[in-house]
């Protein structure tokens, strides 16, 4: 009993290191700027294709995923990071005033800056799960931030929970934090994803 929790823990961390450092290696590949938004694609596809079947995995699959999504990945990436980036640059200012009625700017700049990266990852995993085009795929991320509830919760709590603990831990950002992000958002939107499987059928 003990040993297979620990076989299927370790199975896990195993999977988590490889799509991570494929992350790296992919953003690397694109010096960074041209990188994220492909490697984010390519290790969440490649997680929905074998799961947590570490034998499966294979790096020519996932640079074939990369180089055939690089160019409508990276777009798509922008399209949220950008105005994230603008919003938070926005925030800081903001916060740096000292009068009462900013407050309720502050709020809904929060909000905003919780929104954006959400919806952006929702975006990830409808394209991801389903042959959406992108328009498409933000309209359902969007149903999704506002409908299911429960699973945005479970998302923002564990995706918060995984940046404080890389924030104790620097290091993990290599090797499980990236990688564990995006398992977590396809664990938390499966339900979503079903409900629009459904609906397609």
Not at 33 to 62: C, D, M, W
Not at 92 to 121: A, C, D, N, R
Request: charged share 15%; net charge neutral.
């Amino acid at each position: 009993m003990v040993g297979s929790v620990m076989q299927k823990a370790f199975v896990r961390v195993l999977v988590l290191i490889i799509l991570n450092l494929e992350f790296w290696l992919f953003s690397l590949a694109g010096l960074l700027v041209l990188g994220f938004g492909p490697a984010l694609r390519a290790i969440y596809e490649t997680f929905l294709n074998h799961k947590f079947r570490y034998q499966e995995y294979s790096f020519k699959e996932s640079w074939k995923i990369y180089k055939k999504y690089f160019w409508l990945a990276n777009l798509h990436f922008y399209v949220f990071f950008l105005p994230m980036l603008f919003v938070f640059y926005d925030l800081y200012l903001t916060s740096q005033m000292k009068t009462p009625w900013i407050l309720p700017v502050i709020v809904t700049m929060i909000v905003l800056e919780i929104l954006i990266p959400v919806v952006g990852m929702y975006t990830l995993s409808l394209e991801s799960n389903f042959d959406v085009d992108f328009k498409n795929a933000i309209k359902l991320a969007f149903a999704e931030f506002f409908v299911d509830f429960s699973g945005l919760i479970k998302f923002v709590a564990g995706t918060a929970g995984i940046i404080a603990i890389t924030f104790f831990f620097p290091g993990l950002l290599l090797f499980i934090s990236i990688s564990a992000v995006v398992i977590w958002c396809q664990l938390t939107t499966k339900n979503w994803i079903y409900k629009v499987e459904s609906q397609i059928e």
